[in-house]
C-alpha cells in the first residue's frame, strides 16, 4: 500500500510545479482525485485484509469528501492520477494497471447489477478522457486512449484509440431498465 502511495505522490510531482513538500500538502488538503486515491488505498488496504468495516467506510468517507466512489475491492495500480474526479465512478471489481490518468465523470463498472464481478481491465499507462463510460468483462490494453464521452464495451487493443466515431454503438434497451 505504502509502495503505491509513494508512486502516486511521484506521480503526482510531474504535474505540479511547486516542490515538496507543498504539492503535497495542497493536493492532500485541496484536490479532489489526489484524496481520493489515498482514501481508496486506505479501503482497498482494509478489504485485502479481511478487515470489516474500514474498506467501506474510507470508500464512503472518500465519496463524501470528494465525489469520487472507488469500490474498496478495486485492484488500482501504483501512480494513478485522477484529474477532476467528481463523478468517477470505479466498480469494487474494477482491475486499473499503473499510472492511469483518469478525468471526471468516468464510470467503469458492470453492465447490470446480475453481474457485477463482469468489470473492465484497464491496462498500464491508460488515459480516459472526460466522461467516457467502460463497461462490462472487457479490456483495456496499455497505452490505450479513450476519448472524452464515448461507450466503450469491446476490447480495446494496447496502443489504440477510441475516438467518438471508433466508439462502440448505443443499442435500444430491448427492457425497461427500472
Not at 504539492?23 to 485484509?49: C, D, P, T, W
Not at 463523478?87 to 483518469?102: D, K, R, S, T
Request: include cysteine; charge should be positive.
Amino acid at each position: 500500500m505504502l509502495d503505491n502511495l509513494r508512486a502516486d505522490t511521484r506521480r503526482l510531482k510531474i504535474w505540479k510545479s511547486r516542490k515538496a513538500p507543498w504539492y503535497v500538502i495542497e493536493s492532500l488538503l485541496f484536490e479532489n482525485g489526489y484524496q481520493a486515491v489515498v482514501l481508496h488505498r486506505l479501503a482497498h488496504g482494509f478489504k485485502s485484509r479481511g478487515i470489516p468495516f474500514f474498506g467501506p467506510f474510507f470508500a464512503r468517507l472518500s465519496l463524501f469528501l470528494t465525489g469520487v466512489d472507488i469500490g474498496p475491492g478495486a485492484q488500482i495500480g501504483p501512480g494513478l492520477l485522477i484529474s477532476h474526479g467528481v463523478g468517477l465512478v470505479i466498480g469494487g471489481h474494477a482491475e486499473i494497471g499503473a499510472n492511469a490518468l483518469i478525468l471526471h465523470q468516468v464510470t467503469i463498472g458492470s453492465p447490470d447489477v446480475g453481474r457485477l464481478e463482469d468489470m473492465p481491465k484497464i491496462g498500464n499507462d491508460v488515459f480516459i478522457g472526460a466522461g467516457a463510460t467502460l463497461i462490462g468483462d472487457i479490456t483495456i490494453g496499455d497505452g490505450a486512449l479513450i476519448d472524452a464521452m464515448v461507450l466503450v464495451n469491446r476490447d480495446v487493443p494496447a496502443g489504440h484509440r477510441v475516438a467518438h466515431r471508433g466508439a462502440t454503438e448505443l443499442k435500444p434497451l430491448s427492457r425497461s431498465p427500472c
